[in-house]
């Protein structure tokens, strides 16, 4: 725009392309005056510039009553907000879910009939998640745990230098062992793709533990005036495997049970 006067609307693009925010025409002018942009001050300088900055289909934007910028610049904050949301929704998406809740993976409603205890504190607790084929072995894992007589919660405990599997094994034992029938665990030790336990955490923020402690009395309560699930946890629910030692004496049992069975019908027969 060298050589030239500037006209108004050459004076308003100016203040706007050098303005952060979005201004008002009021103070479009006062700037366009103070900075010397135009040297034909009259007493409608205000309405002048209002005027021109309300042409329809022009190069400016109201925002607000009054307060206008430009429509390029408009469109390029747009821009730059979309990519930022596009920037942040891919890294969130790339985060592991156990960066958003201090619990990993955990189990509903497990049934004390389906594991082999014989093998101690170094005995099979054995999950899959929905669709996948191989099972993931959550002995040694850490949390809490609860146990139930049917569907009532008789007891709740906490799985740390004695894991999970150990914890479970001594209620077998204790005063509690013919009390229990299933039970329920949320773990803190994240799982690999190979299906292997990793290292516990030493610290967790106050958002995340907030979270995660409100989504395991959720899931493990199962209050009524809450419609949805403990946030972060469905992704990591794993349903209980039978251990296959278990599976092989059941199949011989009910084999067994068949001829039995079938030798009482055919002695009834001959009778």
């Not at 510039?49 to 009054?66: A, F, H, L, M, S």
């Not at 005995?123 to 996948?132: W, Y």
Request: glycine residues 8%.
């Amino acid at each position: 725009m060298e050589g030239r006067p500037l006209t108004w609307d050459d004076a308003i693009e100016q203040i706007l392309r050098e303005s952060s925010e979005p201004l008002h025409y009021r103070e479009i002018t006062d700037r366009i005056i103070s900075q010397g942009l135009y040297t034909t001050i009259g007493v409608t300088s205000c309405n002048t510039v209002n005027k021109i900055i309300n042409q329809p289909k022009g190069k400016y934007v109201c925002v607000e009553k009054g307060i206008f910028t430009l429509k390029s610049t408009l469109e390029n904050r747009i821009k730059d907000s979309e990519q930022k949301d596009q920037t942040n929704q891919s890294s969130l998406s790339e985060e592991d879910g156990e960066e958003d809740s201090i619990v990993s993976s955990f189990g509903m409603f497990w049934r004390r009939e389906q594991v082999e205890w014989k093998g101690g504190a170094n005995l099979e607790l054995l999950g899959v998640q929905r669709g996948e084929a191989y099972p993931v072995n959550f002995s040694q894992q850490i949390g809490l745990y609860l146990l139930y007589d049917r569907r009532e919660v008789i007891y709740v405990g906490r799985a740390e230098a004695r894991t999970l599997g150990g914890r479970l094994y001594d209620h077998t034992k204790d005063r509690l062992s013919a009390r229990w029938d299933q039970f329920s665990w949320f773990g803190f030790l994240p799982v690999s793709e190979e299906g292997e336990l990793g290292e516990r955490q030493d610290r967790y923020d106050s958002d995340r533990m907030i979270a995660g402690i409100e989504a395991i009395l959720i899931e493990a309560l199962e209050p009524r005036q809450n419609r949805k699930r403990g946030d972060y946890l469905a992704a990591f629910e794993y349903l209980q495997k039978e251990n296959s030692t278990l599976m092989e004496q059941r199949f011989i049992q009910a084999i067994q049970e068949m001829n039995r069975n079938t030798r009482n019908e055919s002695t009834q027969t001959c009778r």
